[in-house]
């Protein structure tokens, strides 16, 4: 495609006078449209200005000169999230990338931006185009460094043809088709299995896949790194090879601070004038008990992931709440206290509980000025509610900040 073509045959016009409407979804901005440009041209240019706007949530203001196809957007990589990959292969020495399955581009714009060398794969021609206009933006901006290349072709093609040693590979697997998101990694478009068979310790390898993927089907000899960005967590991703570190589990909170799981067991503790609520990556890497052991706190309870102690510690890996007052899970009790406290903005969190906090929330009837927050939690002597409140690094009795320190590939 030559570099001054738009993608889905759009003219600059007509997606000048799209962005310009106050709502391109409307009725009325496709009436107007459609008299000017034609009903396709219209609904091009219309659904990418739609797209645009959303795409100011994950991508700001540069959404405005990037291009979207509707489940590219859903799907792409967060532009600093896709630097913390390119970071990984800068580091282990690659200078070219084969991204497949490549998208929109995102994550093979941050490797361009990142001085590397490209070939992005994608079977979708029109994702293809898509891809091949947002990657001319990013060499443009990076003054023409590097050399960036969109092919049209299947995963499958380029595995079989062979990838030329000592480039890096990339890839994000669709996790979802026709009837949703898919959960079975054969399912996977591309299939797991073949982009796992090119680790081979030589080559550097980077796999983005969804944060709930279960432990059991990680390669032990992969790392694995679980990312929250933001405080939330968007992707497990699997590395071999060169600056990896095989078999170690780790939550990685944006943009450098790594806590890495271990073996170690904690104690369950009764509440303490302290509980945590460990990030999400932390959770899903299996590092809530590294993260206990570093703050001196043990366990609400088996398999729950709420800890707890008696001293305050600053960590960028959990919320931490002190603790005002427990009472046993009585919803009969808790409406008399919201009612005496007068409460009437209630938030209610839960782990190990089968209830749904907004029912139990209309429940309890919270009505007043004052403002509270529930913790419900099983433990071994029963289910508890605590009432707590987000605690500041500033109260008395907090300790030092421990695990914050970066830990870079």
């Not at 009325?28 to 797209?51: E, I, K, N, S, V």
């Not at 093609?157 to 994000?172: H, M, Q, R, T, W």
């Not at 059991?216 to 790194?225: G, I, K, R, S």
Request: charged share 25%.
């Amino acid at each position: 495609m030559p570099s001054d073509a738009l993608p889905y045959g759009l003219t600059a016009e007509a997606l000048v006078a799209a962005e310009a409407e106050p709502d391109p979804g409307s009725l009325a901005a496709g009436t107007r449209l459609r008299m000017r440009f034609g009903p396709d041209l219209a609904a091009a240019a219309l659904t990418q200005a739609a797209l645009r706007r959303r795409g100011r949530t994950k991508f700001g203001e540069a959404a405005a000169g990037l291009w979207f196809t509707r489940d590219g957007l859903e799907q792409a990589t967060r532009p600093e999230v896709a630097d913390l990959h390119a970071r990984r292969f800068v580091a282990a020495g690659v200078r070219r990338v084969v991204d497949l399955g490549c998208g929109i581009a995102t994550d093979a714009s941050a490797f361009v931006r990142a001085g590397l060398d490209v070939l992005a794969v994608e079977r979708d021609p029109v994702t293809a185009a898509v891809a091949r206009a947002n990657l001319d933006v990013a060499v443009a901006a990076g003054g023409d460094r590097v050399r960036a290349e969109v092919v049209v072709a299947d995963v499958a093609e380029v595995l079989a043809a062979g990838i030329e040693p000592g480039s890096g590979v990339f890839a994000d697997p669709a996790r979802r088709d026709a009837r949703g998101r898919v959960w079975r990694t054969q399912d996977f478009s591309p299939d797991l299995a073949p982009l796992l068979a090119l680790a081979d310790g030589e080559r550097v390898l980077g796999l983005k896949l969804g944060p709930a993927l279960p432990h059991a089907l990680v390669p032990p000899d992969a790392e694995a790194e679980w990312v929250s960005h933001h405080g939330d967590v968007v992707e497990v991703a699997l590395w071999s090879g060169p600056g990896s570190v095989p078999g170690r589990r780790s939550a990685l909170l944006w943009p450098d601070r790594r806590l890495v799981a271990g073996p170690d067991r904690l104690d369950v503790r009764t509440p303490g004038a302290v509980v945590y609520e460990p990030d999400g990556a932390v959770i899903r890497s299996g590092a809530v008990a590294a993260l206990g052991d570093r703050l001196g706190a043990g366990l609400l309870a088996e398999q729950i992931a709420y800890l707890t102690s008696d001293v305050l510690v600053e960590t960028p890996f959990a919320t931490a709440f002190t603790v005002e007052r427990v009472l046993p899970y009585d919803p009969k009790a808790l409406r008399r206290w919201v009612r005496e406290a007068g409460v009437g903005r209630l938030e209610v969190k839960r782990r190990g509980l089968d209830l749904d906090p907004a029912q139990l929330r209309r429940e309890l009837r919270p009505r007043g000025d004052a403002s509270a927050t529930l913790l419900l939690s099983r433990t071994p002597t029963g289910t508890v509610a605590l009432v707590v409140h987000r605690a500041s690094p500033a109260e008395p009795g907090a300790g030092p900040a421990v695990g914050g320190g970066p830990d870079r590939p």
